[in-house]
């Protein structure tokens, strides 16, 4: 008996038939033929040349075939990544900005808790990116590190690169500040503006610190740093409850103001500081700083100026970058001015817009002033300024019971004002200025500057234009004010 297995190589031949088909079909069989060649491939070869046509068949389903798309390219992949970091980084750095003005300082550990916490809610920050931020921060001087403690950071840096710095309603107290180079410090660079301003210290315990309280308004990190006529301006600040111990290298107290913006109203109270080790330094340092001991301090505080500072009345940089410049209704009274170079002061810039208008400098005392009245709308800060036709326009400016002494080396009144927009309706009453030393300077200056005298005036004006001046057709100096 002869078994044969059905496999895949063997397996039964069948003869095949041929099929007589009827002539319709055959018919439609070549109709079809002809429609489905075009429909698919056009010529119908089966090679594939530039010039053939293609179509997709929109309506073709199947349930067994699957589309794969490809993966993001790897480039791009990165270009995202490094995108979306960019963008983290950015929220970071604000976020450590924030906390720092809120809190002014706190040690490295805690600024990156705080700033991990304060970001969780928006994304998951990287640790390591977070300490990134923060020394790229303190490289750009947002952020300043206690070369002593570097785990500390605190506010400092005010009026950087010519900045303005608003600081105030700081309190620090119940602490303790061991063996650092600094403990209480204010620093600002020359240059600045803004203001610092009610500060409490109190409750500081201080063991071996070199200098212990200081206000150091001319920082500076080169030997090339030039003084500057601004600065930030500090005042109200309080120190009560300071006690411990200090670096003998150093004094432990040190007011080192600026001479433009003194500092004011300094306040001290048990304050009791010893040397670590060694004698007694007593000999605080202070510069142009003013204020009161309510107790006495330890080492003695003698330094302290009381009062209050010179100021120079000064309205100035008034249009300064053609910029538009609106002053009206102030009122300077009842002032001591002594040992200035100049007294009341309207400094403006050529080129801005805008109006200075109902000044009233009345009851002044001039002790030794160089410019005791002055009115200069032609300030310059080099040689190439070059005149403009626009100008701040001065007018309503009242001078009422001025008198005093003034510095011989320049005229006391000075009225410099625009060739374009005259000063107008300046009125003098009252004003008695004689030289502190040498003859009597009779010889006011003037320009383009029209007012009145109620009283006669020493020494005699008599440069000031009667009426009022003839102005440009369609000229307008103060739009918007």
């Given amino acids: 008996m002869t078994v044969t297995f059905l496999t895949t190589g063997i397996w039964p031949s069948y003869?095949?038939?041929?099929?007589?088909?009827?002539?319709?079909?055959?018919?439609?069989?070549?109709?079809?033929?002809?429609?489905?060649?075009?429909?698919?491939?056009?010529?119908?070869?089966?090679?594939?040349?530039?010039?053939?046509?293609?179509?997709?068949?929109?309506?073709?389903?199947?349930?067994?075939?699957?589309?794969?798309?490809?993966?993001?390219?790897?480039?791009?992949?990165?270009?995202?990544?490094?995108?979306?970091?960019?963008?983290?980084?950015y929220a970071i750095d604000a976020a450590i900005v924030k906390i720092r003005k809120g809190k002014k300082a706190l040690g490295h550990q805690q600024?990156?808790?705080?700033?991990?916490?304060?970001?969780?809610?928006?994304?998951?920050?990287?640790?390591?990116?977070?300490?990134?931020?923060?020394?790229?921060?303190?490289?750009?001087?947002?952020?300043?590190?206690?070369?002593?403690?570097?785990?500390?950071?605190?506010?400092?840096?005010?009026?950087?690169?010519?900045?303005?710095?608003?600081?105030?309603?700081?309190?620090?107290?119940?602490?303790?500040?061991?063996?650092?180079?600094?403990?209480?410090?204010?620093?600002?660079?020359?240059?600045?503006?803004?203001?610092?301003?009610?500060?409490?210290?109190?409750?500081i315990q201080m063991e071996n610190v070199l200098n212990c309280i200081i206000v150091d308004q001319y920082y500076c990190q080169s030997k090339d740093c030039r003084n500057e006529t601004s600065a930030v301006r500090v005042f109200d600040v309080q120190y009560r409850n300071i006690k411990g111990t200090y670096d003998v290298r150093s004094a432990p107290i040190h007011f080192a103001c600026s001479d433009t913006v003194a500092c004011t109203n300094i306040t001290m109270s048990e304050v009791e500081l010893l040397p670590e080790e060694g004698e007694l330094v007593d000999d605080p340092f202070c510069w142009n700083a003013y204020g009161t001991q309510e107790t006495l301090?330890?080492?003695?505080?003698?330094?302290?100026?009381?009062?209050?500072?010179?100021?120079?009345?000064?309205?100035?940089?008034?249009?300064?970058?053609?910029?538009?410049?609106?002053?009206?209704?102030?009122t300077v009274r009842n002032t001591v001015i002594r040992d200035s170079d100049n007294g009341l002061r309207v400094k403006t810039w050529q080129g801005g817009t805008g109006s200075v208008s109902n000044l009233l400098f009345e009851?002044?005392?001039?002790?030794?002033?160089?410019?005791?009245?002055?009115?200069d709308q032609y300030y310059c800060q080099s040689k190439d300024c070059r005149n403009e036709t626009s100008a701040v326009r001065v007018f309503d400016v009242q001078y009422r019971n001025i008198k005093g002494t003034y510095d011989v080396r320049s005229a006391p009144i000075h009225f410099a004002c625009s060739d374009t927009v005259a000063c107008t309706n300046i009125t003098m009453s009252e004003v008695e200025l004689l030289p502190e030393e040498g003859e009597l300077v009779d010889d006011p200056f003037c320009w383009n500057a029209y007012g009145t005298q109620e009283t006669l005036t020493i020494p005699p004006i008599d440069c000031l234009l009667d009426g009022s001046p003839v102005v440009v057709e369609g000229y307008n100096s103060n739009p918007g004010c």
Avoid at 47 to 73: G, Q, W, Y
Avoid at 302 to 329: F, K, M, R, T, Y
Wanted: one cysteine or more.
């Fill in 297 to 330: 301090t330890i080492p003695p505080i003698d330094c302290l100026l009381d009062g209050s500072p010179v100021v120079e009345e000064g309205i100035g940089s008034l249009g300064v970058h053609n910029s538009q410049a609106c002053v009206s209704n102030i």
């Fill in 111 to 203: 600024l990156v808790s705080d700033c991990a916490g304060k970001l969780s809610q928006m994304f998951k920050p990287d640790i390591k990116t977070i300490k990134i931020c923060i020394e790229d921060l303190i490289t750009r001087d947002y952020l300043e590190r206690d070369m002593e403690n570097p785990n500390m950071f605190s506010i400092g840096s005010l009026g950087v690169h010519n900045s303005q710095a608003c600081v105030s309603n700081i309190t620090v107290r119940n602490t303790v500040i061991r063996d650092s180079d600094n403990g209480l410090r204010v620093k600002t660079w020359q240059g600045g503006t803004g203001s610092v301003s009610n500060l409490l210290f109190e409750n």
């Fill in 363 to 375: 009851n002044i005392e001039m002790e030794n002033v160089l410019n005791c009245i002055i009115v």
């Fill in 15 to 89: 003869k095949m038939f041929g099929i007589n088909l009827p002539s319709e079909m055959v018919k439609c069989v070549e109709v079809f033929k002809e429609f489905y060649e075009k429909k698919t491939k056009d010529p119908a070869t089966e090679t594939v040349s530039r010039t053939d046509v293609s179509e997709f068949n929109s309506k073709f389903t199947a349930s067994m075939c699957r589309i794969k798309i490809p993966l993001r390219h790897v480039d791009d992949r990165k270009k995202f990544i490094e995108n979306v970091d960019k963008d983290c980084r």
